[in-house]
Nanobody, 121 residues
C-alpha cells in the first residue's frame, strides 16, 4: 500500500499564497504521477496540478499563471504553491499519486485525506 501525508493549508487572505506539501511512503516500486486535486462544497473533485515521472506537468486553467508544482529528486515529495488566491479557491485539497507497488501490472491511484484551504478576509 501507499500512504500520502499532506501538510499546509489553512486560512489565507485573498491575494495571498499557500504552499501544500505531500510525501508518499509505503511499498512504492515507482511513481508515475503525483499532484493535487481539490473539491469545493457541492462540486466534483477537480485537477489542480500534476507532475509526471517524465517531469511533464498538467495545470488546470483556473490556476495557470499563478501556480508552481515541484517534486524532489527522490520522487516521493511534491510541493504545490498557488499565488494570488481567490475566495473561489476555497476547497479541500487532496494529494494524489499514481504509483506501482511492484514491477507487475499498472499503477493504482492513491489519495490523501485532504487538507482544507479557506480563502477569506
Amino acid at each position: 500500500q501507499v500512504q500520502l501525508a499532506e501538510s499546509g493549508g489553512g486560512l489565507v487572505r485573498p491575494g495571498g499564497s499557500l504552499k501544500l506539501s505531500c510525501e508518499a511512503s509505503g511499498s512504492i516500486f515507482s511513481i508515475d504521477a503525483m499532484g493535487w486535486y481539490r473539491q469545493a462544497p457541492g462540486k466534483q473533485r477537480e485537477l489542480v496540478a500534476v507532475v509526471t515521472s517524465s517531469a511533464g506537468t498538467n495545470f488546470a486553467d483556473f490556476v495557470k499563471g499563478r501556480v508552481a508544482i515541484s517534486r524532489d529528486d527522490a520522487w516521493n515529495t511534491v510541493v504545490l504553491q498557488i499565488d494570488s488566491l481567490k475566495p473561489e479557491d476555497t476547497a479541500v485539497y487532496y494529494c494524489y499519486t499514481k504509483a506501482r507497488t511492484s514491477w507487475k501490472g499498472t499503477g493504482s491511484d492513491y489519495w490523501g485525506q485532504g487538507t482544507q484551504v479557506t480563502v477569506s478576509s
